[in-house]
């Protein structure tokens, strides 16, 4: 019953290093998210794709990039990572138009922190 | 700006009522939604609402009011498995969600 699936769960990088979050979703959704989730904040957008080789920027794009080369996977690249980028990073999927009730089906998250 | 509130943390007892508030302050409104997350897991679809009313789905029930900004979750007849963490979000003009912080519901024997 596995939809969306985050390859990590728990990473620990150090400052500098280059990080490949990989996020796969079985459900031939056209949309992609990557978010990150803070204590005390909601869910921040950091890229979502509409469509394969598409990609938009969210609200907090400083600091990562994404890749999706096909329908099926969305990465998210933290190019230089810092401590700032210890967070919480969820994946999601939805079928459809963005202007309708699409659902979100979330990857369980993978725990990164940055030393 | 744009904003979601929700109650930080909430406690109710097992098989009671308990209502979660949501208000917001967004640019445009096409629907707004409920999503449950458990502690260390992904969050999930619980509600969405885009027209004004309540819309029940068994144990849970959403309500909308857009010209007051204002939803609420109720969950009725609380088992321990309710406790967990609600998130609200609403779909802007942009149709991006904006997502509230969460309520943390604690539920009690």
């Known amino acids: 019953d596995v939809k969306v699936t985050q390859s990590s769960r728990y990473l620990v990088k150090r400052t500098g290093e280059k990080v490949f979050l990989e996020c796969v979703q079985d459900m031939d959704h056209e949309n992609m998210f990557w978010y990150r989730q803070d204590p005390g904040l909601g869910l921040r957008l950091i890229y979502f794709?509409?469509?394969?080789?598409?990609?938009e920027k969210g609200d907090i794009p400083e600091g990562y990039s994404v890749s999706r080369e096909k329908k099926e996977r969305f990465s998210l690249i933290l190019e230089s990572a810092s401590t700032n980028q210890t967070s919480m990073y969820l994946c999601?999927?939805?079928?459809?138009?963005?202007?309708?009730?699409?659902?979100?089906?979330f990857g369980a998250g993978s725990r990164l922190t940055v030393l | 700006g744009q904003n979601i509130d929700q109650p930080t943390e909430m406690t109710a007892t097992e098989g009671a009522i308990v209502q979660i508030n949501c208000t917001y302050q967004t640019s445009g409104f096409n629907g707004l939604f409920w999503y449950q997350q458990h502690a260390g897991e992904a969050p999930t679809f619980l509600s969405y609402?885009?027209l004004d009313g309540l819309e029940e789905k068994g144990r849970f029930s959403s309500f909308l009011s857009r010209s007051k900004g204002y939803s609420y979750l109720l969950l009725k007849e609380l088992q321990m498995k309710d406790s967990a963490s609600y998130l609200c979000a609403v779909k802007d003009s942009n149709y991006q969600l904006i997502w509230g912080a969460g309520t943390k519901l604690i539920i009690k024997p």
């Open positions: 999601a999927s939805s079928l459809g138009q963005l202007s309708g009730a699409n659902v979100l089906t």
């Open positions: 794709s509409y469509d394969v080789k598409m990609k």
């Open positions: 609402n885009v």
